[in-house]
């Protein structure tokens, strides 16, 4: 299974996938990170990883159609059957979406449907609430709306700062993301692209 990573920030569900992979429990080739963010933490675990990486800014782009066409040209060249969303901060439009049909993941760190967006740790934080949790789905149109693959609940406990929280959540994060990757390349749901 050929994978491209998009991240926009700090990468580290990025660097849990190819753990998982360089040690086999991921059965899949990461072809390329791609990032939209030429700061972004990302890049620099790519560089260590000693893994491809693209960096280019939609602000380059006349509008997001010509913005995720180059993405997508991105895609073709290096025959990739599955993009998976590790951090990348931006919706994604039509021109993706039609293109890889069922083959974009995200992850997202509440039990969708609730807290989706943004801030959602803070959010089932400042919320009170007993438990919130990780969610990966299928991107589709909507923001953190597409079916549901997997989750996982994580507790809040009483004692838990917003800080031991997130880091609950990434715990959660760099174990669940690679074992659902992993089933979806088992149970063969995720087609691969055709190699014309």
Do not use: W
Not at 34 to 48: L, T
Not at 54 to 74: G, M
Not at 86 to 106: D, Q
Request: glycine fraction near 4%; hydrophobic fraction near 40%; aromatic fraction near 8%.
């Amino acid at each position: 299974m050929r994978i491209a990573v998009f991240a926009s920030g700090n990468g580290s569900n990025f660097q849990a996938i190819a753990e998982a992979i360089a040690s086999k429990q991921v059965e899949a080739t990461i072809c390329f990170l791609f990032c939209d963010n030429p700061k972004a933490y990302a890049i620099e675990r790519a560089k260590k990883l000693g893994i491809p990486f693209t960096v280019f800014s939609p602000k380059n782009y006349i509008d997001r159609v010509a913005y995720e066409t180059e993405l997508l040209k991105q895609l073709e060249l290096n025959q990739v059957d599955l993009v998976v969303l590790a951090g990348y901060m931006r919706i994604i439009g039509p021109t993706l979406l039609r293109a890889y049909v069922n083959r974009i993941l995200n992850i997202h760190p509440s039990l969708l449907p609730y807290f989706p967006g943004r801030s959602s740790i803070k959010d089932a934080f400042e919320a009170n609430e007993k438990q919130t949790g990780v969610t990966v789905h299928i991107v589709d149109e909507g923001v953190d709306t597409g079916p549901i693959i997997a989750q996982e609940k994580v507790a809040i406990l009483p004692e838990d700062t917003l800080d031991s929280l997130e880091a609950k959540i990434h715990q959660v994060e760099h174990r669940l993301y690679p074992q659902v990757i992993q089933k979806l390349i088992e149970n063969k749901t995720i087609k691969k692209a055709n190699k014309n």
